[in-house]
């Protein structure tokens, strides 16, 4: 491998994110299975680096799973998206943040179809106007949340309590970088790095200390593949994909995979559980299943976060095995309390615990 | 009226149009970017579709070029051309300026920067090469991989850059299908153990002995034809390459394990051309080539009269049609200078 | 396994280098103008049983190169051995010893024979 082949292409996809001033949209599902995410990417970016992220509580889904799964149209899905610039625009931010891949595929497919059919824009906001006589810009700049965590990877490398890289035998850890197929696949222009060698998750690996693994299937679907996983019929498709992926990057070991869409995150972390059930085949080392995290879970555990505040303990594989090489403390029993200290129930049958 | 003629560029057409041209009479400069005269031919080993040594075509414009009647500069580009009083200022990019009566654009072409596919991984997999690599590997009789083990099997990727509007590039570079199987047959004789296959779109061999040549390669050489462009390439763990393609004759998905993949690099216009298009104000075509006047029966004139093209600057050719299209140039410029005297 | 209301896929790409490719190297080694087919498909066009039935030479031969035997097995049983399609081959393909050769192998399941 040439890294300044890599490098070179890189260069070619170079996106502008703005340093300050966003307009944060949440994704639908991170809020339910990856608890911890969003809430920690605000309180560090708020907090931590004192930067400016404004919610507005009137923001909804963007229907992306129903525009995917053939039951909302095109020109809803648009009005939706409009609706979303308009409470940006009242709030005053022209540089929107967006959590979900989903939505960022979706935005940044309705932003080229307004530059290539304006009077597609023209119509949108007419319908805008007519449900709700809002009017709206569309953004002056759009980045998604793994973008804007790839722009601060030196400051948290640099304020780093545990680098990637496993305590005992001194070695990088080996990580797969999963990206959404939404991200930059559409529009590899809107992708750091671009569709083919994308750079957003392995700038962040190799400036936490970790080592990119390179495998085969590395471009391949994860396999939620949205109306293949939401039809219970149709699931098959969507495992066997899942297979095809753990399958290909198995030989090379991987600590863990880092991945930057809810769907991707949910499904290679959930369909691990189903794998083992159905096919009895696990694809991490010693019998484990191989831990999926989210780029804010990953920043939260360098900056040497509590795993349990960071919501670890929500994923269907737990992550225990990657804290143990990373050499990060964590107490057990602390792992499903309330935050004032009452106990919740405990799940059974655990995966790698 | 004079007959000083500018050749700009000493490749196949540019030495072949300077020698017609030196024959008759004409005061010929030639100007040649490079250090060397020759062209891409220079780096090529053996030449489709009857294995001749690219040594012998040197040798046989080397000794055009050879002539009382030529000046040759070699190491010095050509930046633009300005017509004035009947004649032509030709500047150089040594900042010199020379006056011509009629000029021959031969600037050729370039081949397709094979990094711009992105996803065959050119300059990322080390085993990943184009066919330019690849011949001068064949000059040195070492087929090799990146860590010096001898491939065992290796897979030719037909329109690199060529028919893909993505790459930019609509045309056939019509060369590319030939070439291959030309490479293949020669991999085959270099490394008698290797599996070759090649990987192409729809096989176009319509030069003279091309289809023989396919046909030999079938029957005699054992290499592998699969009809698909090969749409990714990755890595696997030992260094493999993984090819992706689509085999459209079982119309399934295929992926093959290849130790060394050679891309078939398309044909484009030459960035020298590019700049002396746009510096004198010569027409280009949709396929960035020079335009010819016509495509039927002025395929040498441009759109300024006195300015001809000879060769792969106006379109993919050959050694044979480049060699017939700068002798075709040298009868539109003596045609042209007797019309002037007159 | 059938737990969660739906079963794994097979896959439909060709792996080319775990498929056996022993029948077509049969082949191939007996009736050498196997190998200079160019998948024109006047054989299928013109083949009497090919009209009525799923058979298609050409689609045979392009599967026994990749290694795709199982498709192969039965199907090849289909030809009434007319000779149509040698006729009218434009590369000269001794279509007849190739149909015969396929079935042959098959017979005795050739494996790595050649």
């Known amino acids: 491998m040439i890294e300044e082949g890599k490098k070179r292409v890189w260069s070619d996809y170079q996106k502008e994110i703005p340093d300050d001033h966003y307009f944060y949209v949440r994704s639908c599902i991170r809020q339910s299975f990856f608890p911890g995410s969003e809430q920690f990417f605000l309180r560090f970016m708020r907090d931590i680096l004192g930067k400016d992220f404004f919610e507005n509580p009137s923001h909804t889904t963007c229907t992306g799973i129903g525009y995917h799964a053939d039951v ?125 060698f ?23 679907c994860c396999g939620f593949g949205f109306r293949q996983y939401l039809v219970q019929a149709n699931r098959g498709y969507s495992l066997s994909n899942t297979i095809k992926k753990f399958s290909s990057m198995q030989p090379y070991k991987p600590d ?88 919740m129930p405990i799940p059974e049958n655990m995966i790698n615990v | 009226m004079g007959r000083r003629v500018v050749v700009i560029g000493g490749g196949v057409a540019g030495m072949e149009a300077a020698g017609q041209l030196a024959r008759r009479g004409c005061n010929v400069t030639v100007f040649e970017k490079e250090t060397e005269t020759g062209g891409h031919v220079k780096n090529w080993f053996h030449l489709f579709p009857d294995r001749k040594d690219s040594r012998d075509v040197l040798r046989y414009l080397g000794n055009k070029i050879n002539h009382n009647n030529i000046t040759l500069f070699t190491g010095i580009a050509v930046e633009g051309i300005r017509p004035s009083n009947g004649s032509f200022s030709v500047f150089t990019g040594d900042g010199n300026e020379i006056t011509a009566d009629a000029v021959v654009v031969a600037t050729g072409f370039d081949l397709f920067r094979s990094e711009k596919k992105e996803e065959y991984g050119y300059g990322i997999y080390e085993n990943v090469i184009t066919s330019a690599d690849l011949e001068r590997m064949f000059r040195k009789d070492q087929i090799r991989m990146h860590d010096g083990s001898i491939p065992g099997k290796i897979g030719l990727v037909h329109c690199v850059g060529s028919r893909d509007e993505k790459a930019g590039n609509l045309y056939c570079s019509k060369l590319c299908c030939v070439t291959a199987v030309k490479q293949a047959m020669e991999i085959a004789e270099h490394l008698e153990d290797a599996k070759v296959f090649c990987f192409y779109m729809d096989m176009r061999m319509g030069g003279a002995m091309y289809e023989e040549l396919y046909r030999e390669a079938q029957e005699n050489y054992g290499i592998g034809f699969i009809r698909g462009k090969v749409s990714e390439v990755a890595q696997n763990i030992d260094n493999k390459l993984i090819v992706k393609v689509e085999d459209t004759l079982t119309g399934r998905p295929l992926k093959m394990e290849i130790d060394l993949l050679v891309l078939m690099a398309g044909m484009e216009m030459s960035e020298g051309g590019k700049k002396i298009a746009q510096s004198a104000g010569l027409d280009t075509g949709e396929n960035r080539f020079f335009k010819p006047a016509d495509l039927h029966f002025a395929s040498n004139e441009s759109n300024i009269k006195g300015v001809f093209y000879a060769g792969t600057c106006t379109m993919p050719m050959n050694i044979t049609e480049a060699i017939s299209h700068a002798r075709a140039a040298a009868a539109d410029v003596m045609d042209y200078l007797d019309k002037q005297k007159n | 396994m059938d737990k969660f209301g739906f079963t794994l896929v097979k896959g439909r790409r060709i792996d080319y280098d775990s498929n056996d490719r022993s029948i077509a190297e049969y082949v191939s ?86």
């Open chain 1, 256 to 343: 863990m995979v880092l991945t930057n869409c809810p769907g991707c995150t949910m499904l290679m972390d959930k369909w691990q559980y189903t794998m083992k059930e159905m096919e009895n085949v696990v694809y991490g080392e010693n019998g484990e299943s191989i831990p999926v995290l989210t780029y804010e879970e990953l920043a939260g555990l360098v900056l040497g976060y509590n795993p349990w505040d960071l919501g670890l303990q929500y994923h269907m594989v737990q992550s225990e095995p990657l804290l143990r090489k990373l050499g990060i403390e964590y107490d057990p029993d602390d792992k499903y309390k309330t935050s004032d200290g009452r106990q």
């Open chain 3, 29 to 114: 080694a007996h009736e050498p103008s196997f190998r200079i087919c160019i998948e024109c498909g006047c054989c299928s066009a013109a083949c009497t049983t090919g009209n009525f039935t799923q058979f298609s030479l050409r689609e045979i031969q392009i599967l026994l190169k990749r290694g795709e035997n199982d498709g192969v097995r039965d199907k090849i049983k289909k030809c009434m051995l007319c000779g149509k399609c040698t006729l009218v081959c434009p590369r000269g393909v001794n279509t007849r010893n190739v149909i015969l050769l396929i079935q042959e192998a098959f017979r005795k399941n050739i494996k790595n024979a050649v």
């Open chain 1, 198 to 220: 994308p750079r957003v998750l392995s700038g962040m690996i190799e400036a936490w200390g970790g080592k990119v693994i390179d495998y085969p299937e590395r471009r391949h």
């Open chain 1, 72 to 196: 909302v149209p095109f020109q809803t899905i648009q009005t939706v998206v409009a609706r979303h610039f308009a409470l940006m625009k009242e709030s005053g931010y022209k540089n929107i943040a967006i959590s979900c891949v989903t939505s960022f595929g979706i935005y940044t497919e309705i932003i080229e179809t307004w530059k290539h059919f304006p009077q597609e824009l023209e119509k949108v906001r007419e319908f805008l106007y007519k449900a709700t006589g809002r009017e709206f810009d569309v953004p002056e700049n759009m980045a998604h949340t793994s973008d804007i965590i790839y722009k601060f990877r030196d400051e948290i490398a640099a304020k780093a309590k545990n680098l990637l890289i496993n305590k005992k035998t001194g070695e990088p850890l080996n990580i797969v970088e999963h990206i959404g197929c939404h991200y930059a696949k559409m529009f590899p222009k809107y992708g750091v790095g671009g569709a083919e």
